[in-house]
């Protein structure tokens, strides 16, 4: 079975950073997809950073997060700087052995899920 399972969510004032991770276990992920994904209240769930074929950033983060991945350990990073109160979302990661060339960044394509973390940046 597998699990994806991050962590690393929290509080911070604006300005400061967080490192999210996500620790995968059940199999490997490491030539797949993998991505961070995002929802706040009301809106619809949306990418901010994945890797497969290069790597994708939402324009609201690039320059701000760095995605990461770690194959000996199966793991994912979200390195996030400068976060700003409209970053403040549930964060997930998520992953899936195709290596389709395009969707990548879509919800849809990812066949696995973490459980989510809160991130919550006050002003």
């Known amino acids: 079975q597998v699990q994806l399972v991050e962590s690393g969510g929290g509080l911070v004032q604006a300005g400061g950073s967080l490192r999210l991770s996500c620790a995968a276990s059940?199999?490997?992920?490491?030539?797949?997809?993998v991505g961070w994904f995002r929802q706040a209240p009301g809106k619809e769930r949306e990418c901010v950073a994945a890797?497969?074929?290069?790597?994708y950033y939402a324009n609201s983060v690039k320059g701000r997060f760095t995605i990461s991945r770690d194959n000996a350990k199966n793991t994912v990073y979200l390195q996030m700087a400068s976060l700003k109160p409209e970053d403040t979302a549930v964060y997930y990661c998520?992953?899936?052995?195709?290596?389709?060339?395009?969707?990548?960044?879509?919800?849809?394509?990812?066949?696995?899920w973490g459980q989510g973390t809160q991130v919550t940046v006050s002003s």
């Open positions: 998520a992953a899936d052995p195709i290596r389709a060339t395009t969707g990548w960044t879509n919800p849809g394509y990812y066949a696995y």
């Open positions: 059940g199999r490997t992920f490491s030539s797949g997809a």
């Open positions: 890797v497969l074929w290069g790597t």
